[in-house]
């Protein structure tokens, strides 16, 4: 495959095709995901955790991945212990792991790093979240999530919900969503809109966006309702934080005129932004989505590292 | 053409000319007149009539030749300006301050929270996204940027 040696920094960094490679082969890992059958095209071959910023859920989700491929991983889980706190530089760090595995998984709070970190790794390095920027295996299991539910990625109608200013997650997967000929639906308070510049960027790739802020009006249409958190931090004062959260939350009566086969995404962890009641209704799609991180995962592992045994 | 000269002719050095009126002390800022040979002296004409632009600025240093950082950092901040390299009162070569694709280490990048304005051992990097007028884009953190006065490193 063509991804075979290659970084992956940006959703960006892969064309359609590429991405259509990766979930496809997501699909047929899923039941080695789930330990129902075994394969190791990873044997002998070592993947470096570099985390210096705490995540539990993308890390053991890689790290899951790496094993269930019959690999195994060396990780840094704790910059402030790992050799940063020191004054090593992140380009000497990862000079140093790039060393000690086949391939490097990067999550850093810095806009760049990742890309930083490509370049000081002779290995192939995969971009597990730099700060505000991308984070693009997030974007690959948003997209399996909903080719799972609806058998196609074109012509779905997307509402993406929330802060679309700040969260990332949106950001990448409005470009995929453009990529593969979905209709976008942005809905969000007014000073969380998505930025002009990614606006812009989606609009010369010829997208179809509207904007719709009533969530009721937004969601009657929809077949996928992506909620992203709204953080207290971005509003001056408590009370505005508290009536745009109180707008933007999910329950039963929201859902109560969507479609049968809406689905309901949310790239957890939650803060009340869907209530529990969502939970056990067939909209639910959140909990799968946290789940087809290891598939999607061990499918880019696979395509970035398969088949490059040592002395083969 | 006479009257500019009046600045002062020099015999061996650089001309910038056609500076984008009230750049010209950027441009200074820009050659570090401070690394300079003590005895090189530095002309400067502000608000002179140009045919082209109305008013321009004229900056002639004797003794050096532009580094291409510097002259890319010239083309950002004042992309009509011209250089003439003078050898024995003469002018030896003049051309425009083109962009390359990519400007290494001569701009900050915006971003405080960009990978780049770490101590980490690599320059800035920006690829030219477009030129007219100039945008360009941090090859780490994706950051635009369309103003660059600021951003001088
Ligand atoms: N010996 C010199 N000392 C100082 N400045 C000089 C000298 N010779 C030329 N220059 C300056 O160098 C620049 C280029 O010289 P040139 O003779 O090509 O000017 P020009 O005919 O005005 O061309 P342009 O179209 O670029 O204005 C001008 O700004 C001129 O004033
Ligand atoms: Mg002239
Ligand atoms: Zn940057």
Same mark, same amino acid.
């Given at each position: 495959?063509?991804?075979?040696?290659?970084?992956?920094?940006?959703?960006?960094?892969?064309?359609?095709?590429?991405?259509?490679?990766?979930?496809?082969?997501?699909?047929?890992?899923?039941?080695?995901?789930?330990?129902?059958?075994?394969?190791?095209?990873?044997?002998?071959?070592?993947?470096?955790?570099?985390?210096?910023?705490?995540?539990?859920?993308?890390?053991?989700?890689?790290?899951?991945?790496?094993?269930?491929?019959? #690999?195994?991983? *060396? $990780?840094?889980?704790?910059?402030?212990?790992?050799?940063? %706190?020191?004054?090593?530089? +992140? &380009?000497? /760090?990862?000079?140093?792991?790039?060393?000690?595995?086949?391939?490097?998984?990067?999550?850093?709070?810095?806009?760049?790093?990742?890309?930083?970190?490509?370049?000081?790794?002779?290995?192939?390095?995969?971009?597990?979240?730099?700060?505000?920027?991308?984070?693009?295996?997030?974007?690959?299991?948003?997209?399996?999530?909903?080719?799972?539910?609806?058998?196609?990625?074109?012509?779905?109608?997307?509402?993406?919900?929330?802060?679309?200013?700040?969260?990332?997650?949106?950001?990448?997967?409005?470009?995929?969503?453009?990529?593969?000929?979905?209709?976008?639906?942005?809905?969000?308070?007014?000073?969380?809109?998505?930025?002009?510049?990614?606006?812009?960027?989606?609009?010369?790739? #010829?997208?179809? *966006? $509207?904007?719709?802020?009533?969530?009721?009006?937004?969601? %009657?249409?929809?077949?996928? +309702? &992506?909620? /992203?958190?709204?953080?207290?931090?971005?509003?001056?004062?408590?009370?505005?934080?508290?009536?745009?959260?109180?707008?933007?939350?999910?329950?039963?009566?929201?859902?109560?005129?969507?479609?049968?086969?809406?689905?309901?995404?949310?790239?957890?962890?939650?803060?009340?932004?869907?209530?529990?009641?969502?939970?056990?209704?067939?909209?639910?799609?959140?909990?799968?989505?946290?789940?087809?991180?290891?598939?999607?995962?061990?499918?880019?592992?696979?395509?970035?590292?398969?088949?490059?045994?040592?002395?083969? | 053409?006479?009257?500019?000269?009046?600045?002062?002719?020099?015999?061996?050095?650089?001309?910038?000319?056609?500076?984008?009126?009230?750049?010209?002390?950027?441009?200074?800022?820009?050659?570090?007149?401070?690394?300079?040979?003590?005895?090189?002296?530095?002309?400067?004409?502000?608000?002179?009539?140009?045919?082209?632009?109305?008013?321009?600025?004229?900056?002639?240093?004797?003794?050096?030749?532009?580094?291409?950082?510097?002259?890319?950092?010239?083309?950002?901040?004042?992309?009509?300006?011209?250089?003439?390299?003078?050898?024995?009162?003469?002018?030896?070569?003049?051309?425009?301050?083109?962009?390359?694709?990519?400007?290494?280490?001569?701009?900050?990048?915006?971003?405080?929270?960009?990978?780049?304005?770490?101590?980490?051992?690599?320059?800035?990097?920006?690829?030219?996204?477009?030129?007219?007028?100039?945008?360009?884009?941090?090859?780490?953190?994706?950051?635009?940027?369309?103003?660059?006065?600021?951003?001088?490193?």
């Amino acid at each position: 495959m063509s991804l075979h040696g290659r970084d992956v920094i940006s959703i960006r960094d892969l064309s359609r095709e590429e991405i259509e490679e990766i979930l496809a082969s997501s699909r047929k890992m899923v039941p080695y995901a789930e330990g129902k059958k075994v394969t190791h095209p990873l044997d002998d071959q070592i993947v470096a955790m570099a985390f210096f910023e705490p995540s539990t859920r993308t890390r053991l989700s890689f790290e899951s991945a790496v094993q269930r491929l019959g #690999g195994s991983c *060396i $990780t840094i889980a704790d910059a402030a212990a790992s050799s940063m %706190r020191k004054g090593e530089s +992140l &380009y000497d /760090t990862i000079r140093m792991l790039s060393g000690y595995a086949e391939a490097i998984v990067i999550r850093h709070p810095n806009e760049g790093s990742a890309r930083l970190a490509a370049r000081a790794s002779d290995r192939p390095v995969i971009n597990a979240g730099d700060g505000a920027g991308q984070h693009p295996t997030q974007t690959l299991l948003d997209l399996a999530t909903m080719q799972e539910a609806f058998d196609t990625l074109s012509g779905l109608r997307v509402v993406l919900l929330g802060d679309l200013k700040y969260g990332r997650t949106v950001h990448s997967l409005a470009h995929a969503l453009a990529l593969f000929g979905s209709e976008i639906v942005l809905s969000a308070p007014p000073t969380l809109g998505l930025p002009d510049e990614v606006l812009e960027r989606l609009e010369h790739m #010829g997208a179809k *966006i $509207t904007a719709e802020p009533d969530l009721h009006k937004a969601v %009657r249409d929809a077949d996928v +309702l &992506y909620v /992203t958190r709204i953080q207290k931090e971005r509003f001056p004062d408590e009370s505005d934080y508290r009536k745009v959260a109180g707008s933007y939350r999910i329950d039963a009566s929201v859902l109560r005129d969507a479609k049968p086969r809406l689905i309901v995404m949310h790239p957890l962890p939650r803060a009340g932004e869907i209530a529990p009641e969502v939970d056990d209704t067939p909209h639910a799609a959140y909990f799968r989505q946290a789940f087809l991180a290891v598939p999607v995962r061990m499918a880019l592992l696979n395509a970035v590292l398969g088949g490059a045994k040592k002395g083969g | 053409m006479v009257r500019e000269l009046k600045i002062t002719p020099i015999k061996n050095g650089t001309v910038i000319d056609h500076i984008t009126s009230g750049l010209a002390l950027d441009v200074l800022r820009i050659i570090n007149i401070q690394s300079l040979d003590k005895d090189s002296t530095v002309s400067v004409a502000i608000r002179v009539r140009s045919g082209k632009l109305g008013w321009k600025d004229i900056v002639k240093v004797e003794n050096m030749e532009l580094s291409p950082r510097k002259v890319n950092a010239i083309a950002l901040i004042t992309p009509r300006a011209t250089i003439s390299i003078i050898r024995d009162f003469k002018v030896q070569e003049k051309r425009t301050v083109d962009l390359p694709d990519r400007i290494i280490g001569v701009l900050r990048c915006p971003n405080p929270n960009c990978i780049t304005n770490q101590p980490e051992p690599v320059e800035s990097e920006f690829e030219v996204t477009e030129r007219h007028p100039v945008i360009l884009q941090c090859a780490y953190c994706d950051r635009r940027v369309d103003s660059f006065l600021s951003q001088l490193a």
